[in-house]
């Protein structure tokens, strides 16, 4: 068996308008960022305008684009996560 792969973390992120969610084995020191381009791209979503996509851990947005998921999931070795479609209403 590969030792490496208990370092990883299996992450879903669901999206309401999509039938399946995003999944990968990320590094622990991955950024949050850095899986949101993932996402983003996985979904064929992109931020612009008036309209943003927030990734969410336990009902709160993750706006800490630096923070690793090693440090949402603490020691557990599972991540879920939700992206939810953000509009701003124009002035």
Same mark, same amino acid.
């Given at each position: 068996? !590969?030792?490496? +792969? !208990? &370092?990883? %973390?299996? @992450?879903?992120?669901?999206?309401?308008? $999509?039938?399946?969610?995003?999944?990968? !084995?990320? =590094?622990?020191? =991955? #950024?949050v960022g850095s899986l949101n381009?993932? @996402?983003? $791209?996985?979904?064929?979503?992109? !931020?612009?305008?008036? #309209? /943003?996509?927030? %990734?969410?851990? &336990?009902?709160?947005?993750?706006? /800490?684009? /630096? +923070?690793? %998921?090693?440090?949402l999931a603490g020691d557990k070795? @599972?991540? =879920?996560?939700?992206? $939810?479609?953000? @509009? #701003? +209403?124009?002035?």
């Amino acid at each position: 068996m !590969d030792h490496i +792969q !208990d &370092d990883k %973390l299996k @992450v879903s992120v669901h999206y309401m308008a $999509a039938r399946e969610p995003f999944k990968e !084995d990320a =590094e622990r020191n =991955e #950024t949050v960022g850095s899986l949101n381009q993932k @996402v983003l $791209a996985f979904f064929k979503l992109s !931020d612009g305008g008036n #309209t /943003n996509y927030v %990734l969410y851990h &336990d009902k709160a947005a993750l706006e /800490n684009m /630096n +923070q690793t %998921l090693g440090e949402l999931a603490g020691d557990k070795k @599972v991540l =879920e996560l939700k992206l $939810a479609q953000q @509009v #701003t +209403q124009g002035l």
